[in-house]
């Protein structure tokens, strides 16, 4: 679920070069622990490991974080098909198209960040009573994102196909105000874009995700050799990312106000969004990981969704999947003295 949302604290083009050559790379620091960067676009889903970093469960895991904050998603995606990160959270969608475009990158999934129940939405304009009314009319989306796999979904479950409307491409950022002035009629997208036109009546939700369970996941992927290597250092992350949730459960509080602050929203905002979300905990994991399990199913459904779009290739791999992180991060725990 692409989640762009302007960051000031994104990094300008040649800082970032700087920061992208460094993220591929595990290095030792004073205190004796490596070092693990990790490219993080704004979205509640991903905000847990900021706020592992803030808190210091990086280090109580032995590791230390480094947050490299990018603006859009879509920019991970790409520097991830040049080559110049190992590890990065991405979409079920955003997954399975690499696997297409570059079969040598095809990432291992080893962890479900969270599952959208609702996040993910098609508005449209207040006078479009149903779905069968956008039959020729105008459906604004990110085309390399999920909005083209919503979309289809949201058609198919009345009997449209997705050839039967107009879709208009455009930056996430953009489709409310489209949406307004009545550029188009509907719009794949997701908290905070759609919040403004859905509060002031602009537009209704027509369809979500909560149609689709199990099927749209965040996911943190993993390059194969990069796995291999540094099997050790990634248990840690994942560790000081079930923490930074345990905390989140014992401190509703606090954490949403520290989210908050992290994704630059109000907690109001922050709340709305993580309504919309499930999150599992290591120890739920291991299933939704195992051979056949629920992640392997999503992403063979959204393969096949992207096939029948025409937007993957025919003969494309689907994301490995291992559970095998997950297991050595639960045994890290019970070695591991959880921080207060």
Wanted: proline share 9%; aromatic share 6%.
């Amino acid at each position: 679920m692409p989640r762009p949302k302007p960051s000031p604290s994104a990094p300008r083009p040649l800082a970032r070069l700087g920061a992208l050559l460094l993220l591929p790379l595990l290095a030792g620091c004073r205190d004796g622990f490596p070092t693990l960067s990790l490219p993080i676009a704004p979205w509640a889903g991903y905000a847990y490991f900021p706020l592992a970093q803030q808190r210091g469960f990086d280090r109580a895991a032995s590791l230390r974080l480094r947050i490299v904050p990018y603006d859009d998603p879509q920019q991970i995606v790409r520097a991830w098909l040049r080559g110049e990160l190992s590890v990065a959270p991405l979409t079920s969608v955003e997954a399975v198209d690499i696997c297409s475009r570059r079969p040598d990158r095809c990432p291992v999934v080893v962890l479900v960040l969270d599952e959208s129940r609702g996040a993910d939405q098609l508005i449209v304009r207040s006078s479009i009573s149903d779905l069968g009314q956008l039959r020729g009319r105008r459906v604004g989306l990110a085309p390399s994102g999920l909005g083209p796999f919503l979309t289809s979904r949201a058609l198919e479950s009345i009997g449209l196909d997705i050839a039967d409307v107009r879709l208009v491409p455009m930056a996430p950022a953009n489709l409310a105000s489209a949406l307004n002035n009545g550029r188009i009629d509907a719009a794949a997208t997701y908290p905070p874009f759609s919040d403004l036109v859905l509060q002031l009546g602009i537009a209704r939700v027509a369809f979500d995700s909560r149609a689709l369970p199990g099927q749209i996941l965040d996911l943190l992927v993993v390059d194969r050799r990069f796995l291999a290597e540094h099997g050790d250092a990634l248990a840690r992350l994942l560790l000081a990312w079930e923490w930074s949730h345990a905390w989140a459960r014992r401190d509703p509080e606090a954490t949403g106000t520290s989210l908050a602050a992290l994704q630059k929203t109000s907690v109001s905002g922050l709340r709305r969004v993580e309504r919309l979300l499930r999150y599992y905990p290591l120890v739920q994991q291991q299933e939704l990981l195992a051979p056949g399990g629920g992640v392997e199913e999503a992403l063979a459904a959204v393969q096949e969704v992207q096939r029948d779009l025409g937007m993957v290739r025919e003969d494309a791999p689907l994301p490995a999947v291992s559970g095998a992180l997950v297991q050595s991060a639960l045994q890290l725990a019970t070695r591991a003295s959880a921080p207060k």
